[in-house]
């Protein structure tokens, strides 16, 4: 018996172990009955433990044999014996924050129909950042009204009620989309705002679910993949970035809403800096190329290696080594591969085609250059 179907607020039961094994994937145990919800439609399995004489052991995941209407199978920490009696209690916060997102899921999805005529097609519970697959693209306008009908849904404290009809009743009611199931179905009516075929955990009432918050949407399959957050964790959510506004308007001495203004002038240097940057580095890659043709083993900069060494490509029949002071090298020519062969007797490692590029170690930085300069290319 699926005793999460008839009240997901019960977080105790009393069971008897009908089947436990174990196998490569681990330990498992068939209930009598069970608060413990399988994963399944998008929503996560709920955990907690296992308690009797054997003492006591956790349950890690939940989940349905395979065949139709299979037994729901709990996944465990150890071994737990065959008749054994138990008493199971499931994690409670983990349950809840299940059952804000599921419960919050129906309502953007009914909010999502009325407000653009956008059809649910797939949905993801897995995390505190929800998602909803859609099967249309969607225009900002109507995702900003169904956002706040969402929210008007919640404010409005609609009740949610589960109950189950027979397959020949459906006609008789006006679902957001075709069960997935036959035979006996069980519908999740949210007042007179949403319902629909689910076999999922919910909420008392529409208020419990809030706020909801949709953080971004893009295109997906041709549709649409809406990414939202409910509940606690949407409250969580608006914490974590109020505090992060908080911190950055102290630093630039303004208010969290004003930080636009400050953060676009110090984008502004920041491209300002980068344009004078830019422009220093090129004159002094025109200013070393005489001197690196004429020595041809030269300790230079580092931010200006890589620019030197292209620049110096032009001229292929001679061999050119560049070194920094950190150690970082570049080295071109017809004789580069002799010369990198001397330097890994100092511990250069590095690699490439035109340029071989690498590094050697701080220390050995005058000892290679003047190897180098010593040696005949």
């Known amino acids: 018996m699926r005793l999460y179907l008839e009240d997901s607020y019960a977080t105790r039961f009393q069971a008897r172990v009908q089947r436990a094994w174990s196998?490569?994937?681990?330990h498992h145990a068939v209930l009598?009955?069970?608060?413990?919800?399988?994963?399944?439609?998008?929503?996560?399995?709920?955990?907690?433990?296992?308690?009797?004489?054997?003492?006591?052991?956790?349950?890690?995941?939940?989940?349905?044999?395979?065949?139709?209407?299979?037994?729901?199978?709990?996944?465990?920490?150890?071994?737990?014996?065959?008749?054994?009696e138990v008493e199971g209690e499931i994690d409670w916060t983990r349950r809840?924050?299940?059952?804000?997102?599921?419960?919050?899921?129906?309502?953007?999805?009914?909010?999502?129909?009325?407000?653009?005529?956008?059809?649910?097609v797939a949905v993801s519970l897995d995390g505190p950042v929800c998602t909803v697959d859609l099967a249309e693209e969607v225009e900002e306008g109507r995702m900003r009204e169904a956002e706040a009908l969402a929210n008007y849904a919640v404010?409005?404290?609609?009740?949610?009620?589960?109950?189950f009809v027979e397959e020949s009743e459906?006609?008789?009611?006006?679902?957001?989309?075709?069960?997935?199931?036959?035979?006996?179905?069980r519908l999740v009516e949210i007042g007179d705002f949403d319902l629909a075929a689910c076999g999922g955990t919910h909420l008392k009432t529409s208020a419990q679910a809030g706020p909801i918050k949709v953080l971004?949407?893009?295109?997906?399959?041709?549709?649409?993949?809406?990414?939202?957050?409910?509940?606690?964790?949407?409250?969580?959510?608006?914490?974590?970035?109020?505090?992060?506004l908080q911190r950055l308007a102290l630093s630039f001495s303004t208010q969290p809403l004003e930080l636009e203004k400050p953060l676009k002038?110090?984008?502004?240097?920041?491209?300002?800096?980068?344009?004078?940057?830019?422009?220093?580095?090129?004159?002094?890659?025109?200013?070393?190329?005489?001197?690196?043709?004429?020595?041809?083993?030269?300790?230079?900069?580092?931010?200006?290696?890589?620019?030197?060494?292209?620049?110096?490509?032009?001229?292929?029949?001679?061999?050119?080594?560049?070194?920094?002071?950190?150690?970082?090298?570049?080295?071109l020519g017809p004789a580069r591969d002799r010369v990198m062969a001397a330097l890994k007797a100092l511990g250069a490692k590095g690699g490439g085609k035109e340029i071989l590029q690498g590094a050697l170690p701080r220390e050995k930085v005058m000892e290679a250059l003047k190897e180098v300069r010593d040696g005949a290319f």
């Open 265 to 331: 002038k110090l984008q502004d240097e920041l491209y300002t800096l980068k344009g004078e940057n830019l422009a220093l580095k090129e004159a002094l890659v025109e200013a070393l190329l005489p001197r690196a043709l004429e020595e041809r083993a030269l300790l230079v900069p580092t931010p200006v290696l890589g620019d030197l060494a292209k620049r110096l490509l032009s001229w292929g029949e001679k061999t050119f080594f560049l070194l920094t002071p950190e150690g970082r090298f570049a080295l």
């Open 216 to 244: 971004r949407w893009e295109r997906y399959k041709g549709g649409t993949r809406v990414h939202f957050r409910a509940g606690w964790e949407a409250l969580e959510d608006y914490h974590a970035k109020h505090a992060l």
């Open 23 to 26: 196998d490569g994937k681990g």
């Open 170 to 185: 459906l006609g008789r009611y006006p679902l957001r989309r075709p069960p997935k199931v036959a035979g006996r179905v």
């Open 32 to 84: 009598s009955q069970t608060l413990f919800y399988p994963e399944a439609g998008g929503q996560p399995a709920d955990r907690g433990v296992l308690r009797g004489a054997f003492g006591e052991v956790q349950v890690l995941h939940v989940y349905e044999e395979e065949k139709a209407f299979g037994d729901v199978v709990h996944l465990l920490s150890a071994p737990i014996p065959e008749g054994a």
């Open 96 to 120: 809840f924050r299940h059952m804000q997102r599921h419960t919050a899921q129906h309502i953007l999805s009914q909010a999502l129909l009325r407000a653009g005529g956008y059809h649910t």
């Open 155 to 163: 404010y409005a404290d609609y009740p949610v009620r589960a109950f």
